[in-house]
Structures are given as C-alpha cells and as structure tokens.
C-alpha cells in the first residue's frame, strides 16, 4: 500500500521445570515436515545437539496442528481464554517484534556484523513461555530450552546461514548481549531469525503477542473450534486460522514471505528510523545493489528490487497484450520502494515490504486499505501468475497491493 496510508496503520520459567520438559516426551513439530514455497531456498542444515534420550512411547504429532492470529496482534487476554476452551489439548502463545541487532560477534570474538555508524539490522524475533512452547518442538531441540530459560537464543537455519554464526556467537542489541544457545530448523520456531524466553524479548523492547499454536483435543471438530476461537474476539477484529500443511511456516501474516525468507532474495540492509512519521534511512550501498530505476509499460518510472523487475515487466506486457492496460490508473500509482515502518512510531512492530521494494500499489484511491478491493480480476489473474500475491485476499484487505511470492511466469 501507499506510504501515506501505511503511515496510518505491529516471568521466566524455573530451570528445573524446564529441564523436566526438555526431556519429556510429547509431540514434535508437524510442520518440520513442510516445504517451502517454490522457488526459495533450502534452510541450512540444523546444527541440533545430539539428541536426549526420550521416552519409548512419544505420542504421534498433531496432523491438525493450528495456527490462529489477527491482524496486528492478539486482543489482550485472549490466550487465557482460548486455553480454556473445549476442544483445546495444548496451546502456546507466540511474541513477536522486530529488534534492532547493532553487532553480532562469532564464537571466538570476532566481528561478524558491524552496520554502519548509526545503523542497526533489523531482526525478526519471536518468544513465548517456555514451559508452554515445549511440546511443540521436537524432543531433541528440547535441550536448548534451559539455555533458553538462562538467557540465550536459538537461531532459525536460514537465520544461521545469512548471520554466518553458530552455537557461540553472540548477538548485541544495543547494550544487551544475547548468547546463540543452537540452530533449529525454521519451521520449529515459525521461520523467525531468532527465538529467546519472554523474557530475554521484553529485554530487547519485544512484546507484541502475534499468534497461537494449538493442539486439538483428539476427535475435535476443526469447525467447531474454529467458530469458537471467532466467538472470544471483540466484535470486528478478523481471525485467520491455518492448519499444519495449509501454509509453509506458522506464524502471523502466512500470506507473505517471512523476513528471514526475504532477506536471502533480496538481501539484508542496516537502517536507522526516524522518530517521526516511520522512515527509515537504509544503508546506501544495500540500496545502491539492490534498486533499480526504470520505466516499465503502463506505470512509466518506477523504483524496485532489481531482482523483481524481469516479473514485473512479464506481468505488466501481458496486461498490455490482453488489451487490459486502460484498467491501471498510471495516475493511480502509489509506489514500489518506500523504506518505512509498518507502525509509524513503533520501531518493534515490522518493517513495510516496500523496505524492500518487492510490492507495488495500483489502483490506489479505489482500493483503500481495509475497504472492499476493486481491482478488475483479470489483473488479479495475471499478478498472480507472474508470482505475485495479491492483498484484497487478506484478513484485512489491501487492493492496491501486490507482493513478490514466488517466481512465476517467465522467471
């Protein structure tokens, strides 16, 4: 969407009872076993410890594990409520947040990252209480959890492969420093960069609560749950439920490309927000690599991710071939690349993909963010094909806006 109308819209556990989880044996992580989206690459390899001995008799996974989240972050208390619910077996509630890393160092010392002067590198972290979160991982990645309870973060593998770090190093947030306990895979801890105790998050300003996990009872309806997770929410806030297998990763906002996944297409930059208006000022040589200004059919000049432009074009030719380019507005162009929040002054809640300059506004002033889209489908259809989400499909609907995804047509 625009900037102007995104500019208007992100106790610790006892050591003892979380050893007794780590070893404990309840259910894994279902969604270890899915893909990524097409076209994205592979996570590195876990970096795990060898396994803890478990129990003989661990319980099968959860084939119906769920996701449930609402746009911008759960209502207060929701989580307590839902954990009461018939229907519920278990169920964790996940924090999440940017934080603003401004070195990290490798297990013998030395510098890893060093942004520039003024900048930090923003990362997607997420929490939850630990005593809760265990049975939703896989017994062996149980053993970091008291290192966790002490402190220390787990990396995602993506995370670990573009940090270039390890168990050992270590991440600064300012002046608080924050130990790499071990790499597990992405799935495990919903594709986030870094994973830490409530704790450790609401250290580095993380506090945000952004989505449940839950296990149904055994025999369940979804149906039923599903209506009443609906029916414990205020009147007009939305809910997006998702099922194990429905969406590459667990987590808030599943539509689009999680941040880790993003910066291994379209790379990483270091930023510094402004205290007005949610700006940021972005690393000249990440922009310098990374942008391209150029004139395309229909739109004229416009500035993106180089790495999107052969998608773009495909997309925009075709509208053009079809005989549809009178049903783009050129007039009605909000922008590709806008460095920005997606809180004004919130540097915690999210960075905008248009940070990025991977999304493109069309149509602006008939299809306000929140209201009912009204982008002609056979557009849609074309987007779509060329590997573009489309946001009028959203929880809460953004019809001007279309997002990288994937590679489609042409790529």
Request: glycine share 12%.
């Amino acid at each position: 969407m625009s900037a102007a109308v995104r500019g208007r819209r992100i106790a610790a556990v006892t050591l003892g009872l979380v050893v007794g989880l780590a070893v404990g044996g309840v259910a894994g992580f279902v969604a270890q076993g899915q893909g990524r989206p097409a076209g994205v690459p592979s996570p590195a390899t876990s970096r795990s410890p060898s396994p803890s001995p478990v129990a003989s008799n661990v319980q099968p996974v959860h084939a119906t594990r769920l996701l449930a989240w609402t746009p911008g972050e759960l209502p207060a208390g929701y989580a307590s409520k839902v954990a009461r619910l018939r229907g519920v077996d278990r169920m964790t509630e996940v924090v999440g947040g940017t934080a603003w890393m401004t070195r990290s160092l490798s297990v013998g010392g030395a510098v890893v990252d060093r942004p520039p002067a003024g900048m930090a590198i923003p990362l997607d972290v997420a929490a939850a209480r630990l005593a809760s979160f265990a049975p939703f991982l896989p017994p062996a990645d149980r053993a970091f959890l008291p290192d966790l309870a002490r402190g220390s973060a787990v990396l995602g593998a993506s995370s670990a492969k573009l940090r270039r770090l390890g168990p050992g190093g270590v991440l600064w947030f300012g002046h608080t420093r924050i130990r790499v306990a071990g790499v597990v895979p992405d799935t495990e801890i919903g594709a986030a960069e870094v994973f830490v105790s409530l704790a450790t998050a609401r250290r580095i300003g993380v506090t945000r609560p952004r989505y449940l996990l839950i296990d149904p009872t055994a025999g369940a309806s979804r149906v039923r749950l599903t209506a009443r997770l609906r029916g414990l929410l205020p009147k007009g806030v939305p809910l997006q439920v998702r099922a194990s297998g429905e969406t590459p990763y667990l987590r808030q906002g599943d539509a689009v490309l999680p941040p880790v996944v993003i910066k291994e297409l379209f790379g990483e930059f270091a930023a510094r927000p402004h205290a007005a208006g949610g700006w940021l000022t972005v690393d000249r040589a990440w922009s310098t690599r990374h942008l391209v200004t150029t004139t395309v059919p229909i739109l004229g000049e416009i500035t993106c991710n180089r790495a999107i432009m052969q998608q773009l074009r495909g997309a925009l030719n075709e509208i053009v071939r079809e005989g549809l380019a009178h049903l783009i507005d050129p007039k009605d162009y909000a922008g590709c690349y806008a460095p920005r929040l997606l809180r004004p002054t919130d540097p915690t809640g999210g960075i905008s993909h248009h940070a990025w300059g991977i999304a493109l506004d069309i149509n602006a002033s008939q299809n306000p963010f929140g209201a009912t889209p009204h982008q002609d489908p056979r557009i849609v259809r074309i987007f779509e094909r060329y590997g573009f989400t489309w946001g009028g499909r959203w929880v809460v609907p953004d019809g001007m806006h279309f997002e990288y995804v994937r590679p489609g047509m042409g790529a």
